[in-house]
């Protein structure tokens, strides 16, 4: 982990953190890189099949039928703001 | 330096289900207030599960089969991350490891002849949100009715290379996902979206050139424009070095006729993409699979020689009927009904064309009840009901489906009289009205009938066998 790759995950998840911060993040993943790279090299994963979850489950699907359980009114009740059914948010385009 | 065009096509599609892919909202708002269709899931409220909708799965396997794909009978949803406030729960579930279908082929023909497109893959996604700009100045207003709606996004290889073959390749895709009856299709509705990757080699290269992204075509002309100039960019670039090319997703611009890079900011897009581990595994058994291999329509090659060899239709008229299902189905029931292809196949490609034509509605638009039509053109062969009025007829079936044509004839005075007493009336006072026409015809010159003719069809508002009519005015002529 290098100061570039950690500009790159800020710039993803939106964030923006202080120099400490940077610091802090740099120390706590460069530590744990060690311990995956333990890993990688003491087990072989080749033609080791991808698992998709911990268990071997499938989905349940439901049915095409249409229900309307909730109110746009609940649903819009703890947002900051709303203007004629929509939810507004700060302005993204110029 | 000669140049060729390397073309792939990223194509989303809305899937016609009733309700949304991972919740129970209606997939429908068009017309609906902004937020009306939206539930905790599809907003994005935390701690909500996803439940699959098995129709999507259904119409993924069915769109899969329609383009010869593999089908994976085990496949996963995954986590696509972007922010953006289109997209509440700042990612989109679709699918990246195991999409629905893989490795398809899609057969085109344009002038130069029949080429074959593969298909990469098909997978199932959400569609985003609506982001409205233009209700006020300090804010974006946010509508979820869109959220969650079911897409499949089909990606092609980059086996096109220019315009024409894209607008094939896209007619082709439409025709097949319409007979299948798993999605509209319509660019126009936005239930049909292109992007186009596009880079330009020196013809015989097998090296690809710098490769970009087009976004943003509204209409089939938009894309043929949109490749045309993103085309002559690049070969400018390369040819003069006007400008260095880069890879970029680019936004076409319609009125200008340019497309421009999108902000930097937009395509930082490293979307880390990983398993839903809110979605469990789709797994199709064999029954779920036959199911749907069972319920494939006629392929449309398939139908075009059954009506050529079974039904005895010319290839133009095949060729015709079967560019859209909705014409399919009405000419085979209206034959069913009526037992004339020859006569259904007419009255589709002549008299339904003309009114669709008039009211610049596609064919896929054609929503005339077919047995209905077989009983119109019944009627309008056995002489019951004259042609032009067998039109009328027609034209207020395209408002209301449930016209019978009979009783409708009947109740608005369209049936053929075989009063010829009546029709005797009306000839003596045609001939008494028009005596050039008379005189003319009697000098020899047979066409002048013609006018006599017409007033007498209008006078009998098209009520009468026109043979009929014809015999009476010439026996009455000859009396004079
Ligand atoms: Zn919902």
Redesign the pocket.
């Known amino acids: 982990m290098d100061r570039e790759i950690l500009r790159r995950l800020e710039l993803l998840n939106q964030l923006r953190l202080t120099e400490e911060e940077k610091q802090t993040f740099l120390e706590f993943f460069n530590s744990k890189k060690s311990n995956l790279e333990a890993l990688d090299n003491a087990v072989n994963t080749q033609n080791v099949e991808r698992m998709v979850h911990v268990m071997p489950v499938m989905t349940v699907v439901r049915e095409d039928v249409v229900k309307q359980p909730f109110s746009r009114d609940d649903l819009q009740r703890s947002a900051p703001e709303t203007d004629e059914g929509y939810w507004c948010v700060p302005r993204v385009v110029e | 330096m000669k140049y060729e065009t390397v073309i792939g096509l990223e194509v989303h599609v809305e899937l016609a289900t009733k309700s949304?892919i991972f919740?129970?909202?209606s997939a429908h708002s068009y017309g609906a207030e902004p937020n009306a269709?939206?539930?905790?899931?599809?907003?994005g409220m935390p701690g909500m599960l996803p439940v699959v909708n098995k129709r999507v799965v259904d119409y993924g396997m069915k769109a899969g089969m329609m383009l010869n794909c593999h089908i994976n009978r085990t496949t996963t949803f995954d986590k696509k991350s972007y922010y953006y406030p289109d997209l509440p729960a700042a990612y989109q579930t679709t699918q990246w490891f195991a999409p629905v279908a893989v490795n398809g082929l899609v057969e085109i023909e344009t002038s130069k002849g029949k080429k074959s497109i593969r298909i990469k893959q098909i997978h199932m996604e959400e569609d985003a949100g609506k982001l409205v700009h233009d209700i006020r100045e300090d804010t974006t207003h946010v509508d979820f009715n869109r959220t969650?709606v079911p897409l499949i996004e089909i990606v092609s290889q980059p086996d096109l290379s220019s315009a024409e073959e894209v607008e094939a390749y896209l007619d082709r895709l439409k025709n097949l996902l319409r007979y299948a009856k798993v999605a509209e299709c319509e660019m126009a509705h936005g239930t049909m979206r292109c992007d186009v990757n596009l880079s330009v080699r020196p013809e015989g290269s097998d090296k690809l050139g710098v490769r970009t992204e087009m976004k943003n075509m509204n209409s089939i002309e938009a894309i043929k424009r949109a490749i045309e100039y993103e085309t002559a960019r690049h070969i400018d670039a390369i040819e003069h070095n006007t400008e260095v090319l880069v890879q970029e997703t680019r936004r076409w611009d319609d009125i200008k006729g340019k497309s421009f890079a999108m902000r930097s900011k937009e395509t930082a897009g490293d979307y880390r993409y990983f398993p839903d581990p809110n979605v469990m595994p789709v797994v199709i058994d064999d029954e779920w699979f036959n199911s749907i291999k069972a319920s494939l329509p006629e392929f449309p090659e398939v139908k075009r020689a059954r009506y050529i060899n079974e039904i005895g239709l010319s290839e133009y008229d095949a060729d015709q009927l079967i560019k859209s299902i909705a014409i399919c189905e009405c000419f085979e029931s209206a034959y069913a009904e009526c037992g004339s292809a020859k006569d259904s196949a007419n009255w589709l490609l002549s008299e339904c064309m003309n009114i669709l034509n008039s009211r610049q509605m596609s064919y896929d638009m054609l929503d005339v009840d077919g047995k209905a039509l077989g009983k119109l053109i019944k009627l309008v062969s056995e002489g019951k009901v004259g042609r032009a009025n067998g039109k009328k007829i027609l034209a207020d079936m395209f408002d209301n489906r449930d016209i019978d044509p009979e009783t409708y004839a009947k109740e608005n005075g369209y049936i053929v009289s075989n009063d010829t007493s009546l029709i005797e009336k009306v000839a003596k006072e045609a001939i008494a009205s028009n005596p050039r026409a008379v005189n003319d015809f009697k000098s020899g010159k047979e066409k002048a009938i013609m006018a006599l003719f017409g007033a007498c069809m209008k006078q009998l508002k098209g009520n009468c066998d026109p043979n009929t009519l014809k015999e009476i005015l010439i026996a009455e002529i000859n009396k004079i």
Do not use: G, N, W, Y
């Open positions: 949304k919740c129970s909202c269709h939206v539930c905790p899931a599809c907003c969650s």
